[in-house]
């Protein structure tokens, strides 16, 4: 029987698991130095037109060095992840996955326009943002000092993190992430259920996916 951390990380569910994981482990080869963050980072040219497509994949997992940020954002990520995983997307790991996929290939499309190189900050706002309007009227304690309803946690959390980093070019990513997150909400909660009145492509993993996960459809 798993104890102790061990016990803890495997009740994680398996799509938050993977990636915090893998978040952790990028940082930790970087910090050891088996690879360096220009490896990791993502632009259009040097992943599509120079051969190198593996960094239209690690830039979602480089939080940056092992620092306050880094566990700041892992954190409140793993938290609303986890907690939007177990809740929403209970038994449906298939239709999780292609919230996060579809939403990292629009981050993928924004980098550009934004000069983001790393959108691992950026993706983890994703689930933060759409389980906060899953829950309206949720009250929310932040450090025990203030008390918020849902739907502010992603403002907070950014206006927090603006202060670790002391720059707003900072939290642009994160900004950007909230923006993407509000777009799956809507296509999600909005404009599937309320207009189509029904699932469509954009909110349905396909069939493959869900066989590959095994998931029932």
Known sequence: MPVGIEAWFLQIPPITRCWVALAVLTSIAVQSQMV???SLYFSPRSAFVNGQPWRAVTNFFYFGSLSLDFVFHLFFFMRYSRMLEESSFANRKAD????LLCSSAMLLALSPLFNLPFLSASLAFVPIYVWSRRHPLLPISLFGLVTITAPYLP??????SWILNGSFKAVIGDFVGCAVGHVAW???????REMI???TFLTDAPAPLKRLFGDAF
């Open 197 to 199: 009145g029904g699932t």
């Open 155 to 160: 403002v907070a959390l950014v206006a927090i």
């Open 186 to 192: 809507f296509l999600r909660d909005v404009w599937a």
């Open 96 to 99: 999780y996955f292609w919230l």
């Open 36 to 38: 360096t963050p220009l």
